[in-house]
C-alpha cells in the first residue's frame, strides 16, 4: 500500500479527534458548565480515553441543559 495514501487517509481522521477532543475539554473547563453526575474529571477522562467517541458521547449527554 502507499504511504501517501494512508497518510491522506488517516491525516484527516486524526485532526477530526483531535480538534473534538479540544473543543469538548474546552467545553468541559469552562466555569459555568455543568455535567451529568457533576463530575468533571470523569467526563475529562471519558472524553481523553474514548478519542473519537468519547468527545460525541460528552456533546450528545454529558452535558446539563440550563
Known sequence: MDFKLVLA???PIVAIQIA???LAL???MRPD???IGGNKLVWGIV???LELVGP???FLAGR???
Do not use: K
Open 33 to 35: 458548565r455543568r455535567v
Open 26 to 28: 474546552r467545553d468541559l
Open 9 to 11: 487517509l488517516v491525516l
Open 56 to 58: 460525541v458521547v460528552y
Open 47 to 49: 472524553i481523553v480515553a
Open 20 to 22: 473534538l477532543i479540544v
Open 64 to 66: 446539563e441543559t440550563e
